[in-house]
């Protein structure tokens, strides 16, 4: 199993800044990718940012230019710095771990981030 915590959510006005950040434990030994998703009201959750093997990225185009993720594999840790940021970016923002040789997907409980307007 592994275990997964986020923090860094919080309200800020559009234009501000936040960065989120989620912590992998428990069976980290074989983690493929990490990554961050999120979830606004009456909305699918989607994909924001996502750090694959070899150093490899993914963004939403929603959030090009303005979102950089950085994960540290040693740590197992990834955050999400999040700029310029608009009341459309209002969600839930979950972070994923794919781990093992079954490549499972967890998840933490997420963390709610509000942009004003």
């Known amino acids: 199993q592994v275990q997964v915590v986020e923090s860094g959510g919080g309200l800020v006005q559009a234009g501000g800044s936040l960065t989120l950040s989620c912590a992998a434990s428990?069976?980290?030994?074989?983690?493929?990718?990490m990554g961050w998703y999120r979830q606004a009201p009456g909305k699918q959750r989607e994909p924001v940012a996502v750090?694959?093997?070899?150093?490899?990225?993914n963004y939403a185009d929603s959030v090009k230019g303005r979102f950089t993720i950085s994960r540290d594999s040693a740590k197992n840790t990834v955050d999400l710095q999040m700029n310029s940021l608009k009341p459309e970016d209002t969600a839930v923002y979950y972070c994923?771990?794919?781990?093992?040789?079954?490549?499972?997907?967890?998840w933490g409980k997420g963390t709610l981030v509000t942009v004003s307007a």
């Open positions: 994923n771990v794919v781990a093992g040789i079954r490549d499972m997907s967890y």
């Open positions: 428990g069976r980290t030994l074989r983690i493929s990718a």
């Open positions: 750090s694959t093997g070899g150093g490899r990225t």
